[in-house]
């Protein structure tokens, strides 16, 4: 391809990764500031790589000045630096969309402002026990602390099931800032993957994700007793929201559907996100790819984006031994319907994210039989 742009990224983990994947086919370079060796770092060898932090404004500004388009793979980011370098380099997402996205609590009242229903929110001053049991007093148990910064995979989440809870929040969430959060009832969580372009909306499928112990674990598309009308509501939800935001990329949507089937927004991820990842080979592109030709105004056909076939992608965790995650992966070698994706990251701590599988198949039912044997493995080695 004669597109010579090169593309910067803040942060190189397994979205990175999977982004490069896309990256290299289209012969577009990725330079990746993150860590020596970081997962996206690993599957692309050429010199333009930083190495520091993407919360360090000096290692930012570096990456900005070594590309053309900025973007993310995590919002934990120096916004302060991306809003500085946005007048001498192209970022996108808007670095004011990140700034309000990586506050979650910021987030939540901005979608509240633009008419996206959300759960019930109020902001608290530190996690000290008076506070927490009047807003017990106001929402009932349980209810949801939450960290508004630097939470991902239910780390900053905290569940106050009732009263005498309120000292044990403040031994896990410490000094973090903090807002509650009314107890979503849900029937089952769902998501989308929204594509901002320099011309509108798009989206892919509506899944189903589910979570366990707050880290996502399966998402099925597409998802399970859901009607196809509020599958097509979840999909206009989440457009309506992402269009209020500034800027281009993949938008990940997490959304509860209440058992009288309607629809909170959960929260907003400006980048890829883990249930899109089933995009890579159920879908004619992935995520990844909708996600780099939006950042650099390539073609994406809206019909690009839809679920060839069903889809079920099952997370690989660290387990309970350092090898869990490996043994999995060479378990769903043997399944004739499975992808295989492992990170490259070094340890493997229990609970954190190693890689995925994802099963394609002509029925969803099928997906869930060939699935099934794996889960139960997952579970086994579960640390
Ligand atoms: P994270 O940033 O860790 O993904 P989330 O806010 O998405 O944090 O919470 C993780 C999971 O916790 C959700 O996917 C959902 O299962 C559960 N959860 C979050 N908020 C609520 C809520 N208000 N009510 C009930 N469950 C919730
Ligand atoms: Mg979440």
């Not at 001498?88 to 633009?114: C, G, M, N």
């Not at 198949?361 to 579960?382: G, H, Y």
Request: proline share 5%; aromatic share 6%.
């Amino acid at each position: 391809m004669a597109d010579k742009r090169k593309v910067g990224v803040l942060g190189g983990g397994q979205l990175g990764r999977m982004l490069i994947e896309a990256a290299n086919r289209l012969n577009i370079q990725v330079n990746i500031l993150d860590v020596a060796a970081s997962p996206a770092k690993q599957i692309s060898a050429h010199d333009g790589h930083i190495t520091g932090s993407f919360k360090e404004a000096a290692a930012v500004k570096e990456l900005a000045q070594s590309c053309d388009v900025v973007t993310v793979e995590i919002e934990h980011v120096d916004t302060q630096m991306l809003e500085e370098v946005a007048g001498s380099v192209v970022v996108e997402p808007s670095w004011k969309t990140l700034r309000i996205i990586k506050d979650k609590f910021l987030q939540k009242a901005y979608l509240k402002e633009h008419g996206v229903d959300v759960a019930e929110s109020v902001e608290l001053h530190g996690a000290d026990p008076t506070a927490i049991r009047e807003v017990g007093t106001k929402f009932g148990y349980p209810f949801m602390l939450k960290s508004k910064t630097e939470a991902y995979d239910g780390r900053g989440n905290f569940v106050v099931k009732s009263e005498e809870d309120a000292a044990r929040a403040k031994e896990v969430l410490g000094d973090r800032p903090l807002y509650a959060e009314r107890w979503a009832d849900f029937r089952l969580e769902l998501a989308v993957m929204v594509v901002k372009t320099k011309d509108g909306v798009l989206t892919f499928p509506t899944v189903e994700t589910v979570h366990e112990d707050s880290v996502c674990k399966l998402t099925y598309a597409p998802p399970r007793n859901v009607s196809a009308e509020a599958a097509s509501r979840a999909q206009e939800l989440a457009k309506k929201a992402i269009a209020t935001f500034e800027g281009k990329g993949v938008f990940g949507v997490e959304m509860f559907l209440l058992k009288d089937d309607t629809l909170l927004v959960n929260e907003i991820a400006p980048r890829p996100h883990n249930s899109g990842h089933y995009t890579i080979e159920a879908c004619p592109i992935s995520q990844y790819d909708a996600h780099l030709r939006a950042i650099l105004d390539l073609p994406i056909p809206a019909a690009s984006l839809r679920l060839r076939e069903p889809a079920i992608m099952l997370n690989i965790l660290g387990g309970k031994t350092p090898d869990s995650h490996a043994q999995i992966a060479k378990a769903a070698l043997e399944y004739p319907n499975a992808s295989v994706h492992l990170y490259g990251k070094g340890d493997a701590r229990p609970g954190r994210k190693m890689g995925h599988i994802t099963i394609t198949a002509p029925t969803l039912s099928a997906c869930e039989r060939e699935v099934q044997p794996l889960i139960d493995l997952v579970d086994n080695q579960k640390g």
